[in-house]
């Protein structure tokens, strides 16, 4: 009989699905409304209820900030009954706030799941970030590689011109310069207001969204979640700090971050075997958002394990009572 203290992924990921999805349904009465944050906490609220439901004994890497700063879902909280393996947890209870409160598209609660001491314990700093889909040649573009060499790097890999070439960058005005350097090449340009671990999981799928790259910098947290659904899905990726300030390095030594300028590979940060879910709260090019009906309220999720490789989409309807 398999110790039960042992990561069952198989056995937890039904689990980690039901946790995105409480989020998405409580994120999803606020669709709109314009208060990000009262979005915020339903999701924060809801997942973390369905989080305490799991034999699981949890604690929180990536979270919504340091204790003081976060009622709920902070980085260090213990989450579970308790009873089960030891486990990290990086989360994003709604990755697309002001989207959620505008309508917009690519609205996702996102979570992930390891072994303890897997999930890198990033700070609540800015990271530089580099994703490509799977297929390509180890390495085959890299953080030292200047925009436009990115570009042609990628294109000979996939024996394409730069043009048929997509560049998935934030909207920012720090990327100003790198959107000018890309267009440069001839490559074409999806900008997207918030959401950048969804960018990046675009890579994994280029053959629907059309996305073969993204760059620029986003939140070091993201990029940890970003990299545990590559791991599934195949597809490579680094990431690298930044810093902006004193504070923000105290951050880092306080995560256990000796090299300030370390280059993190996709491995890198999720060493172990991870388990991914992601629910759509509104509609956007990797999952439906949640649809009300007069009787019930139906979500898409996509469940990822990286031991398998598999990913499973589902709907989830939902009576209401």
């Not at 992601?278 to 996509?302: D, K, Q």
């Amino acid at each position: 009989m398999a110790d039960v203290k042992e990561f069952q992924d198989r056995m937890l990921s039904l689990g980690l699905a039901r946790v995105s999805e409480a989020a998405a349904h409580a994120s999803a009465r606020l669709i709109g409304r314009g208060d990000e944050k009262a979005a915020d906490q339903a999701a924060v609220n809801a997942m973390r209820e369905q989080l305490n439901l799991l034999d699981i004994k949890g604690v929180v890497v990536i979270g919504e900030g340091e204790r003081d700063e976060a009622p709920m879902l902070y980085i260090g909280e213990k989450v579970g009954t308790g009873n089960g393996p030891d486990v990290d947890i990086a989360l994003d209870p709604l990755e697309g706030t002001t989207l959620t409160a505008k309508d917009m598209p690519n609205a996702l609660t996102v979570i992930a799941m390891a072994p303890r001491g897997t999930l890198l314990h990033a700070p609540d700093v800015y990271m530089d970030k580099l994703a490509v889909g799977p297929g390509l040649p180890k390495n085959v573009v890299s953080l030292e590689m200047t925009p436009s060499e990115r570009i042609r790097a990628l294109a000979k890999a996939k024996n394409c011109a730069p043009g048929d070439i997509t560049v998935c960058i934030l909207e920012r005005p720090r990327h100003e310069e790198m959107v000018a350097e890309v267009r440069s090449t001839g490559a074409a340009i999806r900008l997207i207001t918030d959401g950048d671990v969804a960018g990046v999981i675009h890579c994994a799928e280029s053959e629907i969204t059309g996305i073969d790259m993204y760059m620029g910098s986003g939140g070091a947290p993201e990029g940890v979640l970003a990299a545990s659904a590559l791991k599934c899905m195949g597809g490579q990726m680094w990431g690298r700090l930044l810093f902006r300030n004193d504070d923000e390095r105290g951050r880092a030594a306080k995560a256990g971050i000796k090299d300030l300028n370390r280059v993190y590979s996709r491995d890198e940060m999720v060493t172990g075997e991870v388990i991914f879910a992601a629910t759509g709260v509104t509609n956007g090019s990797i999952l439906r958002g949640v649809r009300r009906e007069p009787h019930f309220i139906e979500t898409e999720t996509i469940l990822m394990r990286s031991k398998t490789g598999s990913v499973r989409r589902m709907l989830y309807r939902n009576p209401v009572r």
